[in-house]
């Protein structure tokens, strides 16, 4: 695997360093009500380094069908910009992630990829129906690309120092991109 990248939110500068990555995600959202302030500015610096783009949504309690309406309509993604529910809150049930990744997915239909990011916990512990749309994106502190669990995984964010950093589960930027674009 050489398909690296970072996940970045409002609190890291909008002119990360791109240096040697191949995609970024950017969070766009949280609940229906927090947009992230420099997510444009994010997604524009790394699309003019030539990075893939993807974004995700902060899973809160309250209306999914509300927040995934909000994500989408918010975001700023363009066609083949992977999207993903971000499952950290323990007050957002299983069935409620279920229903979010699929909702996406009707309004935005065959023109992105939707996945799900998680820890190691929620998807060992919380997690009761397996259900991570297109990608399933893992976060386990541990040896990058080893992740400690038995799912497939296409993504692996295996530390947070000093951004969150990810491996993709892909043999180059192209296979990315085809994969990113359906």
């Not at 995600?25 to 992230?36: D, R």
């Not at 995934?68 to 049930?93: N, R």
């Not at 297109?134 to 295996?158: C, E, M, N």
Request: with cysteine; aromatic share 12%.
């Amino acid at each position: 695997m050489t398909v690296k990248g970072v996940d970045v939110a409002s609190y890291q500068s909008s002119k990360f360093s791109t240096k040697g990555l191949d995609f970024a995600f950017v969070k766009a959202t949280e609940g229906t009500s927090y947009i992230n302030p420099r997510m444009e500015a994010q997604a524009s610096h790394a699309r003019s380094a030539g990075l893939i783009v993807g974004f995700y949504h902060f899973l809160r309690p309250g209306s999914i069908k509300a927040q995934a309406k909000y994500f989408v309509e918010e975001c700023v993604s363009v066609e083949g910009d992977p999207l993903w529910a971000d499952w950290e809150d323990s007050d957002v049930s299983c069935a409620a992630k279920d229903a979010f990744l699929k909702e996406v997915n009707r309004l935005r239909g065959p023109t992105h990829r939707v996945g799900l990011y998680c820890n190691r916990d929620f998807w060992l512990n919380r997690d009761t129906t397996s259900e991570a749309g297109d990608a399933l994106w893992i976060a386990d502190y541990v040896t990058a690309g080893k992740p400690r669990i038995s799912a497939t995984w296409k993504f692996h964010q295996y530390t947070d120092s000093p951004l969150d950093t990810n491996l993709g589960a892909f043999a180059d930027r192209d296979a990315l991109r085809k994969w990113a674009d359906g």
